[in-house]
């Protein structure tokens, strides 16, 4: 029953299973969860969500690659999932203080998910320093590093758009 429940957790209820692409599918997951969390509690909660992940996930990351050779196996999703949200707080700040819908935040939203993919993938400095660590504390923690560069992309998008422009 434990493998089971990690397995769940991990792959992120399915969304992991989807092909191609897995790690795109979990973050694309990741926001409509993200989003509800923050209409639940605000800002607050969706970084409570985010740690919960990551402390749950690392947990479900190693009963689940447990006795295998592949420590980062690409149907586990949820540290995707963490570092999705962890991406969107500056969104769901935003929205808070604004006032208004975080839906009505939509270009921040989708550049918190253009920006932790690109950093996802493409694991320049501390986040592939993280994913070379081949463990499962590795696995959650280079998602972690990529979710905080992309907050801070969103808030200088941000910075740009109202501040310098003025949108």
């Given at each position: 029953?434990?493998?089971?429940?990690?397995?769940?957790?991990a792959?992120?209820?399915?969304?992991?299973?989807?092909?191609?692409a897995?790690?795109?599918?979990?973050?694309?997951?990741?926001i409509?969860?993200g989003?509800?969390?923050?209409?639940?509690g605000g800002?607050?909660?969706?970084?409570?969500?985010?740690?919960?992940?990551?402390?749950?996930?690392?947990?479900?990351?190693?009963?689940?690659?447990?006795?295998?050779?592949?420590?980062?196996?690409s149907?586990?999703?949820i540290?995707?999932?963490?570092?999705?949200?962890i991406?969107?707080?500056?969104?769901?700040?935003?929205?808070?203080?604004?006032?208004?819908?975080?839906?009505?935040?939509?270009?921040?939203?989708?550049?918190?998910?253009?920006?932790?993919?690109?950093?996802?993938?493409?694991?320049?400095?501390p986040?592939?320093?993280?994913?070379?660590?081949?463990?499962?504390?590795?696995?959650?923690?280079?998602?972690?590093?990529?979710?905080?560069?992309?907050?801070?992309?969103?808030?200088?998008?941000?910075?740009?758009?109202?501040g310098l422009?003025?949108?």
């Open positions: 029953m434990q493998k089971f429940i990690a397995r769940s957790i792959v992120f209820f399915g969304a992991g299973l989807i092909r191609p897995p790690g795109t599918w979990g973050s694309l997951a990741a409509p969860a989003l509800g969390l923050h209409v639940l800002p607050v909660l969706l970084a409570i969500g985010a740690c919960v992940a990551f402390f749950v996930g690392w947990w479900a990351t190693l009963v689940s690659t447990h006795g295998q050779d592949d420590h980062d196996p149907e586990i999703v540290d995707e999932v963490a570092g999705q949200w991406a969107l707080i500056p969104v769901a700040i935003g929205a808070t203080h604004s006032g208004a819908s975080i839906l009505a935040l939509w270009p921040g939203i989708l550049t918190a998910f253009a920006a932790f993919r690109f950093f996802d993938i493409l694991k320049p400095g986040v592939g320093m993280a994913d070379r660590r081949h463990d499962a504390f590795g696995v959650m923690l280079d998602d972690v590093i990529a979710g905080i560069l992309a907050a801070f992309v969103v808030m200088g998008a941000a910075w740009i758009s109202h422009i003025g949108v």
